[in-house]
């Protein structure tokens, strides 16, 4: 059996019936029209049953102002889509409606072709908030569990930054090395909404906006204003509203696009390519930059009007290599996420040691990588520094104050560390012929040797065992 989709339902409150008849003639195939010539007839169809649309007459006779009956609709019925409807050219009176909540406005002696265009704008804008809503849920869920780990000062510094920020609707820049969570800091910006789901959040990558279609991409368009626009699409800006857009990498930002995108931030309103009517929106702007801005806009690749408009909060993130502290619970945290049913992630203290000590580069990024190459590429869930990569474990080799020391020279056979070109596996020849000479030393006395060298039982005897020292006995 095929189900048909019901018609979108529009309710009409206005005192000419005439009107009532034409619009149902023209319009009656596509939309469910239902009449009203009063405001208390509207409300009593709205109490029985719900509308998608109401085209609500601004002047309804006998002194009624139908901008009265606009927060008494909304009450009914917060979803309907409220079309002003009058031959006034009250231009102040129309944005007092939009400022109550009407969504649009149309002017009496149109054509009914523009009413349809109008209410079937209205369809899609209703259509596309169901849809945010419904990939809001599920991102809600999804993230809810964003927080940023550690217990270090500046973290708990930007935790209240982020609680401060979040108060506000004003826009927020972040700054930070690439893996440092802007991202992160960014979605935790959200307001929680009444329904108990986070507030829209849009993000868009400042460097794959294109001239070419940076317009359409960020403004939307409507059917027909240039080849392929086969239908009105809203754009980024509409899709994040009463939310927040997210701008990531802004310094990318095609200079071009610049003036177009300060212009739809200081408005707070975006007109779609091929459109004539603005549309007022409410959104936060947040962005985010590895980049020195302030150095672009002295050369002259960034506006400075945009700069001075983005950067009115600022929350400023330290790579990880400058909070050593927060490593333990991060690879906790990571251990967690990438476990798939694996064993959690035990460290040995040497192996933390290591992993403290090195710079990360790549900043939580890189640690959630390696996390991710431990469950996949070693055997046991207690990690050794044996298990971590070669650019940690070299760190290993370095020599160990007040013990005894054993000079390599060059000669030694096969194990000669300089007469391998590849920097990690001479690190790797080094090692095995330091452990292997310790080893002969004292008679393959492992536990002697642990003692001597500063280093964990366990931990050498693996190491041993991986060179095929442990075979190897003392001359």
């Known amino acids: 059996m095929i189900v048909k989709n019901p018609l979108p ?44 649309i109401i085209l609500l007459d601004m002047d309804l006779g006998n002194g009624r102002d139908g901008l009265t009956a606009i927060p008494l609709i909304l009450e009914i019925q917060s979803d309907i889509r409220i079309i002003l409807f009058s031959g006034s050219t009250d231009f102040e009176l129309v944005r007092n409606g939009m400022k109550l909540g009407a969504f649009d406005y149309i002017q009496k002696g149109c054509g009914l072709e523009e009413l349809r265009h109008g ?54 820049l972040i700054q930070g090395e690439t893996g440092t969570g802007k991202e992160v800091v960014a979605r935790l910006l959200r307001k929680t909404l009444p329904d108990g789901m986070l507030e829209p959040f849009v993000a868009v990558d400042s460097s794959t906006i294109q001239s070419s279609v940076a317009e359409s991409m960020l403004f939307g368009f409507e059917k027909g204003a240039f080849t392929g626009a086969e239908k009105s699409t809203p754009g980024l800006f509409e899709e994040a509203d009463g939310g927040a857009l997210y701008f990531d990498e802004l310094g990318n930002m095609p200079l071009e696009i610049q003036n177009k995108l300060l212009r739809a931030i200081q408005e707070k309103e975006v007109l779609r390519i091929g459109s004539s009517r603005p549309r007022q929106l409410d959104f936060r702007v947040i962005a985010a930059t590895n980049r020195e801005i302030n150095g672009m806009v002295s050369n002259g690749t960034f506006k400075d009007d945009l700069y001075q408009r983005i950067n009115v909060l600022q929350i400023d993130l330290p790579p990880l290599r400058e909070r050593p502290e927060d490593i333990s619970d991060l690879l906790e945290h990571f251990s967690r996420v990438h476990a798939e ?22 900043n939580i990024r890189e640690l959630s990588n390696l996390v991710l190459y431990l469950y996949t590429m070693s055997e046991s869930p207690d990690v050794s520094p044996l298990d971590l990569p070669p650019k940690f474990r070299m760190q290993a080799t370095a020599p160990v104050p007040g013990k005894s020391q054993i000079r390599v020279t060059p000669g030694m056979s096969d194990q000669d560390p300089l007469s391998e070109p590849d920097f990690y596996r001479a690190v790797e020849k080094f090692e ?28 050498l005897h693996n190491k041993l065992k991986s060179y095929g020292i442990h075979q190897i006995k003392g001359r």
């Open 9 to 52: 339902k529009v309710l009409i409150c206005d005192d000419d019936r005439t009107l009532h008849l034409a619009v149902k003639s023209a319009l009656g195939k596509d939309f469910d029209i239902r009449s009203a010539y009063t405001v208390e007839e509207a409300v009593l169809l709205l109490r029985k049953s719900n509308s998608d």
């Open 119 to 172: 209410f079937g704008k209205a369809i899609e804008h209703r259509e596309l908030k169901k849809r945010t809503a419904q990939s809001q849920r599920e991102l809600s869920q999804s993230t809810r569990h964003l927080s940023l780990i550690g217990k270090s000062k500046s973290i708990e510094r930007i935790r209240r930054q982020i609680d401060r920020a979040r108060t506000s609707r004003a826009p927020v």
């Open 341 to 362: 049913g694996q064993p959690p992630l035990r460290f040995l203290p040497e192996t933390l040691e290591l992993i403290e000590k090195y710079p990360f580069p790549g």
């Open 432 to 459: 095995k012929t330091y452990l292997t000479l310790h080893y002969q030393r004292l008679n393959s006395n492992v536990s002697k040797m642990a003692q001597e060298l500063g280093m964990d039982r366990s931990y």
